[in-house]
């Protein structure tokens, strides 16, 4: 994962990209990026702009604004893709060790059986 964020910037980011979505879009495709105003006195806000999940840019318009970048838009997929990863790890270990198991327990059975054939 490229940003590594606490839970209160992802909450804050989540927010901005949800906001930006309902707004600009037309038909649930993204029509044009939202701009947010820049608040210097925001720590969260600059913190974000540390960790690079927003830029700051000067308009000539609206003057200094802050724009969601894109890797503040592909944290949220590239987290989900990791968790999911992670979770299928999980399971292929799980399977892994379960067949360990069963493996070692035909063993036990067949020796055992062996043992009183031998006799």
Known sequence: MS???NLAQERELHRLIDYE??????????????AFPYRPDN????ELIETGALNVKNDPRHG????????GYSHFPEKARDEKA????????????????????VCMAVGFLLGLIAR
């Open 86 to 105: 992670e979770y299928d790890r999980a399971r292929r270990d799980a399977r892994l060790i379960g067949m360990t198991a069963l493996f070692s327990a």
């Open 3 to 5: 940003l590594q964020l």
């Open 64 to 71: 200094t604004i802050v724009v969601i970048s894109s890797s």
């Open 21 to 34: 979505r309902s707004l600009c879009s037309a038909n649930s495709d993204p029509v044009f990026r939202c």
């Open 43 to 46: 720590d969260l806000q600059a």
